[in-house]
């Protein structure tokens, strides 16, 4: 079955720098891949995807890699606020038989310092 | 419109006790995930349903953990004889088909 592997497990960075997480996966056939914002006590939110049929995708300070060959894609958050302190969750999919199902990364605590 | 609704938000049962958790996904979404996310861990798949059909109850992690969707909307997960490991917090999902999903706010359940 798939192996999603995230890292790092915590992330510090001083406010105004950026933030790279990036996840590994085990299944090539895979080809959406998720990432969720969730703050304490909240849902997660999805706060920006990518299909396998682009490299990359980007929504203002948001965005995300892929590379399919190497089967990774990161997340990148630049100019990074406060508010972007919260644990982030890739998942990877893969869609082709209608009982497979995201599995998910175990999650990375970002902490923006002031 | 209205986005994935749980309830109740919080529920503390003694051990041994029943429970019974509600989802409310998003009008129109046939697919639907229950998931349980232990405190600092990442979602774990539970059950999976497209429409009323239970595709996948693969994640579920005893007999006494049963969910149903039997009209195609609302889902019920139900944990019969709860015990303090079954202390997590059970997210519900809901997506148009299989891949973008979006999560209620989950039920946190306590077992004393």
């Known amino acids: 079955g798939e192996n999603v592997e995230q890292h790092p497990s915590t992330l510090s960075v001083q406010e105004g720098d950026s933030a790279v997480i990036k996840c590994t996966y085990s299944d090539s056939a895979s080809n959406y891949f998720p990432w969720y914002k969730q703050e304490l006590g909240k849902r997660p939110q999805l706060i920006i995807d990518i299909r396998s049929n682009v490299g990359e995708k980007k929504d203002q300070r948001i965005a995300v890699t892929l590379n399919k060959t190497a089967k990774h894609f990161s997340l990148h958050i630049t100019e990074t606020q406060p508010e972007d302190s919260a644990v982030y969750f890739c998942?990877?999919?893969?869609?082709?038989?209608?009982?497979?199902?995201?599995?998910f990364g175990k999650g990375t605590r970002l902490h923006i310092l002031p | 419109g209205a986005g994935v609704s749980q309830s109740p938000r919080y529920k503390v049962a003694k051990r041994g006790q029943d429970v019974a958790l509600r989802c409310d996904p998003i009008s129109g979404h046939v697919s639907l995930f229950w998931y349980q996310q232990a405190l600092g861990q990442g979602p774990e798949f539970l059950t999976y349903?497209?429409?009323?059909?239970?595709?996948?109850k693969s994640g579920l992690p005893s007999d006494r953990f049963f969910a149903e969707r039997p009209e195609g909307s609302v889902s019920t997960l139900k944990i019969q004889r709860t015990q303090q490991e079954d202390s997590a917090v059970y997210l519900c999902a809901s997506s148009h088909y299989l891949d973008t999903q979006y999560f209620g706010p989950g039920t946190r359940l306590t077992v004393l």
């Open positions: 349903f497209q429409n009323e059909a239970q595709l996948d």
């Open positions: 998942a990877v999919y893969k869609g082709k038989n209608r009982d497979d199902k995201i599995i």
